[in-house]
């Protein structure tokens, strides 16, 4: 099976630069997505392929990657970027989701 | 505006079966690739299985291969995922996914519950 790591919690407080990581061996051919997920809704796709922004995201999101691990940044967060955050990646014909990261933005 | 509406979740005993329908509208449908993601309660997401655009490559993980069939009809913009044999665990909310490039769209989802 595949897995994807991603910490279980970060904290930052308003206007703080809020990073969140997600590692995997899968995580080589520039093809993660992430995905923010506020309480009761749908996701909502930020980043994909590692590090391009869908339109109408703000620019304060950005990804990065080296090797195995890819990196989802917010500069300069803010209180309604609170939510949970999930690395969405491909092996092969299987997908794969991290197990997703609480941001707290307070 | 994109529209993807989940339809046919409910109540069902350990066991049973259940069809999913996801009926899409605002996009090319048959230009994107369709998957399924469930969410148990309280828990994140996972990836179920995923349909190709012509309807030839049909993927699943492993804990739902031989009792979920997911189908499309492009000619009727819909989605469907066929589940037998149902768990305990199989409950989640389910959602439909439409996704192309940096074009990525999900619906709103239907809880299924599998309870005896």
């Known amino acids: 099976s595949y897995e994807l790591t991603q910490p279980s919690a970060v904290s930052v407080s308003p206007g703080q630069t809020a990073r969140i990581t997600c590692s995997g061996d899968?995580?080589?051919?520039?093809?993660t997505r992430w995905f923010q997920q506020k309480p009761g809704q749908a996701p909502v796709l930020v980043i994909y392929?590692?590090?391009e922004r869908p339109s109408g995201i703000p620019e304060r999101f950005s990804g990065s990657s080296s090797g195995t691990t890819v990196t989802l940044t917010i500069s300069g967060a803010q209180v309604e970027d609170e939510a949970d955050y999930y690395c969405?990646?491909?092996?092969?014909?299987?997908?794969?989701f991290g197990g997703g990261t609480k941001l707290t933005v307070l | 505006e994109v529209q993807l509406v989940e339809s046919g979740g409910g109540l069902v005993q350990p066991g049973g079966s259940l069809r999913l329908s996801c009926a899409a509208s605002?996009?090319?449908?048959?230009?994107?690739?369709m998957t399924w993601v469930r969410q148990a309660p309280e828990k994140g997401l996972e990836w179920v299985a995923n349909?190709?655009?012509?309807?030839?490559?049909?993927y699943y993980v492993d804990s739902v291969k031989g009792r979920f069939t997911i189908s499309r009809d492009n000619a009727k913009n819909s989605l469907g995922l066929q589940m037998h044999s149902l768990r305990v665990e199989d409950t989640a909310v389910y959602y439909c996914?439409?996704?192309?490039?940096?074009?990525?769209?999900w619906g709103q989802g239907t809880l299924v519950t599998v309870s005896s």
């Open positions: 899968i995580l080589t051919k520039k093809n």
């Open positions: 605002g996009l090319t449908f048959s230009t994107y690739w």
């Open positions: 969405y990646s491909a092996a092969g014909n299987n997908r794969v």
């Open positions: 996914r439409a996704s192309t490039g940096d074009l990525d769209f």
């Open positions: 349909i190709n655009e012509e309807g030839s490559g049909k």
């Open positions: 392929k590692d590090s």
